[in-house]
């Protein structure tokens, strides 16, 4: 499975593990590197620089395969003097990609370009996926509607914005959203992208940082178990439909700000709830790919699936292919 993404990143497979903040630490992300697709870590989701690194250390012990780390962009997650001392960490320690998210990245890019840090930008919609080209990131991630976490405000289906980011976008393009398995997998390459980004799926794993509780009510959301908040804010958040989910809508409808909403939509909170397993009062960011989750597995079996699952849909396609000869 060789495409322009893992001769780029060095990696046997183009599959990479969406930052997720304060669930796929060290642990998750180091078993996605072995498994032979790249791990990311969420810089935000640690408190001060000295955490950070070592946090990035701490990796470095788990896997020898190349790695990433996340750094948010949104202004409301960090000023830009903290992100700035946040990307000069992972430059002093030699983290190879850099994933980054949030607003363009040409403010903050360049001391990773200087580096020779591959930089993974992530967008919602070809505007900013060409705005992110120019600024030069060397991967464009581009997230449809399904996905999980902030799909952006045009909304646009994932498989439409992949096709049609492959057609306008000259650096490797990452398809995001939706994709858990190696149906998806297989759907998504079949519109030429050089890669996947997949998030939701690492939640149901034993590496993820999250309690047993809330990785087995993974399991009983449909695909339709999923809602948008904040769109009142004009950013868009999909979540599970759950009693904080109705209680952020029912807040937007009355008119809450950005300031009033903020006790309710604390990622800190959302994390610590995770880990107390109370999945019904934080919000809990996921995909609606999570209605096709069916079981807790490994990352290594996750590997396995997408990889062999991959070679049946392939033979499966070949034969059915004979019927247009």
């Known amino acids: 499975m060789q495409t322009r993404v893992t001769e780029m990143l060095n990696i046997q497979y183009p599959i990479i593990q969406g930052g997720m903040q304060y669930m796929s630490l060290a642990e998750l992300a180091s078993a996605v590197s072995n498994a032979g697709g790249l791990g990311i870590v969420p810089s935000m989701a640690f408190p001060d620089v000295d955490s950070l690194r070592a946090e990035v250390k701490k990796m470095k012990t788990l896997t020898d395969k190349p790695f990433g780390f996340n750094i948010s962009l949104v202004p409301e997650v960090a000023m830009p003097e903290v992100i700035m001392d946040y990307i000069q960490v992972l430059v002093e320690e030699g983290v190879p990609v850099v994933e980054t998210s949030g607003q363009r990245p040409r403010n903050f890019i360049q001391p990773l ?8 930008h992530k967008v919602t919609s070809i505007r900013h996926g060409l705005a992110a080209q120019e600024d030069g990131a060397d991967i464009i991630a581009f997230v449809g509607a399904e996905g999980g976490g902030h799909p952006g405000v045009d909304l646009v289906s994932g498989p439409v914005l992949w096709a049609k980011a492959v057609e306008k976008m000259s650096v490797p393009v990452l398809a995001a959203g939706g994709i858990v398995d190696s149906k998806s997998l297989y759907a998504a390459m079949a519109l030429g992208v050089d890669g996947v980004l997949m998030s939701t799926r690492f939640l149901a794993t034993p590496e993820v940082n999250a309690s047993d509780t809330y990785r087995q009510a993974l399991l009983q959301i449909p ?39 903020m006790p309710l939509i604390s990622g800190r909170r959302s994390y610590e709830a995770m880990q107390n397993g109370d999945v019904q009062h934080a919000q809990l960011s996921m995909g609606q790919g999570v209605g096709r989750i069916n079981e807790i597995m490994t990352v290594d079996e996750i590997f396995e699936e997408l990889i062999n699952g991959f070679q049946e849909r392939h033979a ?10």
């Open 113 to 120: 370009k200087d580096a020779g840090i591959k930089v993974i």
């Open 316 to 325: 499966y396609m070949t034969n059915l292919s004979a019927v247009f000869k």
């Open 223 to 261: 695909e339709n178990g999923t809602v948008l908040t904040m769109t009142s804010l004009r950013n868009a958040m999909r979540v599970a439909n759950n009693e904080m989910a109705q209680e952020i809508l029912q807040a937007e409808k009355d008119g809450a700000t950005l300031e009033t909403l």
